[in-house]
Each structure stands twice: as structure tokens, then as C-alpha cells.
């Protein structure tokens, strides 16, 4: 009876066999699964987690599969000659595919950035709303939904503007001549001293960084709490404006001083008549 | 802050809360810098006093459930950095006097911290601030003073501990009601290890 032929030299024991390997490989995946999930579940991210789950799965299967090939007395050399052309085929064919592919997945061991990041990337930026495993979906500002593909993302460069918890930020304040810049200074410092977001530590620099062709510039560089920086950013500048306008200390405006030889014409001409 | 309340036979309480509330609430943790830093002997161990600002929360309550409304303070509001931008702590500052003995100070604005430090290594340390988490702060207040009670364990010259003890600076103080322990779901340890500096 198990020597019974089916189709071709399938008999009904290959048969059973092939279905107990089947499912031995569906059991032995699901416990495996199940205790790489407990196991290095408090160690290990979700996204690792399930990377790691799938390699599993996949490398049981591959082995379940030779087995069965096996069985059916398929021989593996044949395959690969076969399989070796095929490859080259689609190798060309899925290049691209391929290439994002391999790039999501080390996109997702590497982890330059996760979502909910806000990021830019490939002259993108905006909040990265999904990393798959071919492409990576970003959420511009605008509210734009921009679809990049992986191998994009991993030859570009990513700055990752939230991946760290502070971050600085400058101005430059430009103020008179006539203006005391060290009373402006003292004034900045005030604010940034009053200010809870500017931090403590990192403190905030300020200095007059250039004498300039209309004004003597002074930058303000402040480091912020990186959920905060932006609002702060936003609104400290005018503040800054107007406590110095308030202290008597104007922001200065691009001005030029033409001396005319018209002028000292004048001059000559107005001393002689004064002479006449 | 102005809000209608559609309730019936609540309570309003109002009571000191974590000092990490206002004003926003962007992290855990509370730093406190010595106006000076101290230096303790290997083996040994040594109260302090130092102060922490108050923030004031306004809870509407019914039996023993409670709704926070509001917080606010009188006191600075500051943040500082703990430690470097890609793994420090964003916390919440204060400069304090350091002193020997309780000090008196306004309980609107500022609290009294008693610091138990122990050096358990085998050198001097000198210490010049200190990190809490707030999840654990036990916060006891009366009429005068708001308190906390806290330990600092020195391990070595970069590395310190620190925890809260539940109870009173003195008798007869009320327990406030703790707000994040209150939000966590899950138990956490209340310790705080400083690995970036005393």
C-alpha cells in the first residue's frame, strides 16, 4: 500500500512523508517563532524582532524544501545550473527591486532613523511615517506624502534632526555702531537666562562675531530640548528685538555714507564767497 | 487656566506635586546643582540640605479618584542637560544652597531635600550635583514646609545612585498625592544612577 504509485515516482509514503515534513516545518516554525519572540523580546526592538523571526522561518523552510526535493529525487545540481540561469535572469530583471530590498533590510539593522522621526533624506524632509522593506514613506511638512525607495535612502545622506535629545540653534543680532555691544550682550544673556527651554548646560554662547559693513553682528548660539527648540526658535528672536529696543539698542539696517566730490566743491566755493 | 467642571460632590485638592510639571512637562527628571560642591571622605556618610522648587497641583477628587486640573509654580523654571546630546538627560534644574542644617526657605517657591550621602568607595569624592527621577519622589507637606528625603550612594568618583525615602522631614506632615507613579502602568525602579558626572 505505501509502495502504492500515485503520479510519476511520487508513491503514497513519499507522499506522507512529504506532508509530515510540511508540517513539521509549519510546527517548527511557529515554536521557534514563539520562543525567539519570548526570548528577546525585552532585548531586542520590534522591527529587529521580527527580522530576526523571519530569518528563522525562511532558513527552516529552505531546509524543509531540500528535503522534500530530495524525496521526490530531484537532484540539487541540476537545480542549480537551472536555477544559476534563471538567477541571471531575473538577476537582471529585479536589479532595482533587489537593490532596495537588501538596502530596507539594512535600513532596518542600521536604524539611522525611525519613525516618527523628523528627517531629511535624499532632499526630502519631513516625519518618516513608514520604513518597508522596499521603500520608506515620508510625510514632508507640507503634508505631502513622499513614497523614496530604500536604496535611495541608504547611498543618500540622512540628517536625523530629532536622534539626539538637544539641539543648538543660532541668530545673528545685528546692532549699531553707536550701540554698546556688551550692554547688548548682557541684555541676550538675560533672556536666555529666563527662558526654561534655552538650557542651563550645554550654555548659551553669545559674542559679537563680526564687524560688519552696516552693523556689528552678534550670534546667539542656544542649545534646546529637542521637542522644543523649534517654538523657541520661533519666538525668541523677537523678544530678543525688543527687550533691546526697550534698553535703547537698535537692530541695525544696511546703510551706505556717499561722499560726493561735488561737495568739497561746495565748500571751496562757499569759503571764497565768505571771503569776498 | 480656566475650565468648567461638571461634577457633583467633588473635592478640590491641592497639594505639592513632582517638580517636573511645569512648564511643560518634557521629562522624568530633576537635576540639582550646589551652589559649591563638597567633598566626602571614603567609608562615611553625611546629610545635607538642599532645596528643589514646588510646583503646585490643583486635583479635582472623588473618594480616592483624582483628576489633576492644573499645576503651576512660583518658582524658576529651567532645563539643563544631564550628561551629552546623543545620550544625555533633558531634565528639569535647579541651582540650591548647600546646607548642614534644615534651612528655612518659602514653602510657596522652595522645598526642603535631605540628602543622605554615602561614599561607599575607597577615595574622596567630590560631589557637586545630583540627578532624581521623579517616579518615587515622596513629597510630604504642612502649613511651612514641603519636604523630601533622599539618598545619595557614591560608588565611585563619576558614578552615583540616588533613591527617596518615604517619610517626613517631620511629624505631623501630609502625603502628597504622587502623580507619576500615579501614571505609570507599570512598576519601575525609583532609582536614579548619575553615570555622566557628580
Same mark, same amino acid.
Given at each position: 500500500?505505501?509502495?502504492?504509485?500515485?503520479?510519476?515516482?511520487?508513491?503514497?509514503?513519499?507522499?506522507?512523508?512529504?506532508?509530515?515534513?510540511?508540517?513539521?516545518?509549519?510546527?517548527?516554525?511557529?515554536?521557534? #517563532?514563539?520562543?525567539?519572540?519570548?526570548?528577546?523580546?525585552?532585548?531586542?526592538?520590534?522591527?529587529?524582532?521580527?527580522?530576526?523571526?523571519?530569518?528563522?522561518?525562511?532558513?527552516?523552510?529552505?531546509? !524543509?524544501?531540500?528535503?522534500?526535493?530530495?524525496?521526490?529525487?530531484?537532484?540539487? #545540481?541540476?537545480?542549480?545550473?537551472?536555477?544559476?540561469?534563471?538567477?541571471?535572469?531575473?538577476?537582471? !530583471?529585479?536589479?532595482?527591486?533587489?537593490? /532596495?530590498?537588501?538596502?530596507?533590510?539594512?535600513?532596518?539593522?542600521?536604524?539611522?532613523?525611525?519613525?516618527?522621526?523628523?528627517? %531629511?533624506?535624499?532632499?526630502?524632509?519631513?516625519?518618516?511615517?513608514?520604513?518597508?522593506?522596499?521603500?520608506?514613506?515620508?510625510?514632508?511638512?507640507?503634508?505631502?506624502?513622499?513614497?523614496?525607495? /530604500?536604496?535611495?535612502?541608504?547611498?543618500?545622506?540622512?540628517? /536625523?534632526?530629532?536622534?539626539?535629545? +538637544?539641539?543648538?540653534?543660532?541668530?545673528?543680532?545685528?546692532?549699531?555702531?553707536?550701540?554698546?555691544?556688551?550692554?547688548?550682550?548682557?541684555?541676550?544673556?538675560?533672556?536666555?537666562? %529666563? %527662558?526654561?527651554?534655552?538650557?542651563?548646560?550645554?550654555?548659551?554662547?553669545?559674542?559679537?562675531?563680526?564687524? +560688519? #559693513?552696516?552693523?556689528?553682528?552678534?550670534?546667539?548660539?542656544?542649545?534646546?530640548?529637542?521637542?522644543?527648540?523649534?517654538?523657541?526658535?520661533?519666538?525668541?528672536?523677537?523678544?530678543?528685538?525688543?527687550?533691546?529696543?526697550?534698553?535703547?539698542?537698535?537692530?541695525?539696517?544696511?546703510?551706505?555714507?556717499?561722499?560726493?566730490?561735488?561737495?568739497?566743491?561746495?565748500?571751496?566755493?562757499?569759503?571764497?564767497?565768505?571771503?569776498? | 487656566?480656566?475650565?468648567?467642571?461638571?461634577?457633583?460632590?467633588?473635592?478640590?485638592?491641592?497639594?505639592?506635586?513632582?517638580?517636573?510639571?511645569?512648564?511643560?512637562?518634557?521629562? $522624568?527628571?530633576?537635576?540639582?546643582?550646589?551652589?559649591? $560642591?563638597? =567633598?566626602?571622605?571614603?567609608?562615611?556618610?553625611?546629610?545635607?540640605?538642599?532645596?528643589?522648587?514646588?510646583?503646585?497641583?490643583?486635583?479635582?477628587?472623588?473618594?480616592?479618584?483624582?483628576?489633576?486640573?492644573?499645576?503651576? $509654580?512660583? =518658582?524658576?523654571?529651567?532645563?539643563?542637560?544631564?550628561?551629552?546630546?546623543?545620550?544625555?538627560?533633558?531634565?528639569?534644574?535647579?541651582?540650591?544652597?548647600?546646607?548642614?542644617?534644615?534651612?528655612?526657605?518659602?514653602?510657596?517657591?522652595?522645598?526642603?531635600?535631605?540628602?543622605?550621602?554615602?561614599?561607599?568607595?575607597?577615595?574622596?569624592?567630590?560631589?557637586?550635583?545630583?540627578?532624581?527621577?521623579?517616579?518615587?519622589?515622596?513629597?510630604?507637606?504642612?502649613?511651612?514646609?514641603?519636604?523630601?528625603?533622599?539618598?545619595?550612594?557614591?560608588?565611585?568618583?563619576?558614578? =552615583?545612585?540616588?533613591?527617596?525615602?518615604?517619610?517626613?522631614?517631620?511629624?505631623?506632615?501630609?502625603?502628597?498625592?504622587?502623580?507619576?507613579?500615579?501614571?505609570?502602568?507599570?512598576?519601575?525602579?525609583?532609582?536614579?544612577?548619575?553615570?555622566?558626572?557628580?
Amino acid at each position: 500500500m505505501v509502495n502504492y504509485t500515485l503520479i510519476g515516482n511520487i508513491t503514497v509514503l513519499k507522499l506522507v512523508m512529504i506532508v509530515g515534513i510540511l508540517l513539521g516545518w509549519a510546527i517548527t516554525s511557529k515554536i521557534f #517563532s514563539f520562543y525567539v519572540r519570548k526570548t528577546f523580546k525585552t532585548r531586542l526592538d520590534k522591527d529587529h524582532l521580527e527580522i530576526a523571526v523571519k530569518i528563522i522561518n525562511y532558513s527552516i523552510f529552505v531546509l !524543509a524544501f531540500t528535503w522534500i526535493l530530495g524525496i521526490l529525487g530531484i537532484k540539487l #545540481s541540476g537545480l542549480l545550473v537551472a536555477g544559476g540561469i534563471l538567477g541571471i535572469v531575473l538577476g537582471f !530583471a529585479s536589479q532595482s527591486i533587489v537593490g /532596495n530590498l537588501v538596502s530596507g533590510v539594512f535600513l532596518m539593522i542600521e536604524r539611522p532613523m525611525k519613525i516618527g522621526n523628523a528627517v %531629511e533624506v535624499n532632499g526630502v524632509i519631513g516625519i518618516v511615517e513608514d520604513i518597508k522593506i522596499i521603500s520608506t514613506t515620508i510625510r514632508t511638512w507640507d503634508g505631502l506624502h513622499i513614497r523614496v525607495p /530604500n536604496e535611495k535612502i541608504f547611498t543618500s545622506s540622512i540628517t /536625523n534632526y530629532v536622534s539626539n535629545v +538637544a539641539r543648538r540653534f543660532s541668530y545673528v543680532v545685528g546692532i549699531r555702531y553707536k550701540d554698546d555691544a556688551e550692554k547688548a550682550i548682557e541684555i541676550i544673556r538675560q533672556i536666555t537666562d %529666563e %527662558e526654561p527651554f534655552a538650557l542651563q548646560t550645554p550654555a548659551p554662547i553669545i559674542f559679537v562675531s563680526e564687524l +560688519a #559693513s552696516s552693523s556689528v553682528d552678534i550670534t546667539v548660539m542656544i542649545w534646546s530640548p529637542i521637542t522644543e527648540w523649534y517654538e523657541l526658535k520661533k519666538r525668541l528672536l523677537w523678544v530678543i528685538k525688543k527687550r533691546l529696543e526697550a534698553n535703547g539698542i537698535e537692530i541695525a539696517f544696511p546703510q551706505s555714507v556717499l561722499w560726493l566730490g561735488e561737495e568739497n566743491l561746495r565748500e571751496k566755493i562757499g569759503k571764497s564767497i565768505v571771503g569776498d | 487656566m480656566e475650565k468648567l467642571l461638571l461634577s457633583d460632590h467633588s473635592e478640590i485638592t491641592i497639594n505639592p506635586v513632582e517638580p517636573i510639571f511645569t512648564p511643560k512637562e518634557i521629562t $522624568s527628571y530633576l537635576l540639582i546643582e550646589f551652589d559649591r $560642591s563638597f =567633598a566626602i571622605k571614603p567609608g562615611i556618610s553625611k546629610k545635607i540640605y538642599l532645596t528643589f522648587p514646588v510646583e503646585i497641583g490643583i486635583f479635582i477628587s472623588k473618594r480616592r479618584d483624582f483628576e489633576l486640573l492644573d499645576v503651576f $509654580s512660583f =518658582a524658576r523654571k529651567k532645563f539643563s542637560l544631564y550628561g551629552e546630546p546623543n545620550n544625555g538627560i533633558v531634565c528639569k534644574y535647579w541651582k540650591s544652597n548647600l546646607h548642614l542644617s534644615k534651612p528655612d526657605v518659602n514653602p510657596l517657591t522652595e522645598g526642603v531635600l535631605e540628602l543622605n550621602v554615602r561614599n561607599d568607595s575607597s577615595s574622596w569624592i567630590n560631589v557637586s550635583k545630583a540627578l532624581f527621577k521623579a517616579l518615587g519622589m515622596k513629597l510630604y507637606y504642612n502649613g511651612s514646609l514641603v519636604s523630601m528625603r533622599a539618598t545619595m550612594k557614591l560608588t565611585d568618583e563619576e558614578i =552615583a545612585e540616588t533613591d527617596f525615602h518615604d517619610s517626613p522631614l517631620e511629624k505631623g506632615m501630609h502625603k502628597s498625592i504622587e502623580l507619576v507613579t500615579s501614571k505609570r502602568l507599570s512598576v519601575q525602579s525609583s532609582k536614579t544612577i548619575m553615570m555622566e558626572g557628580i
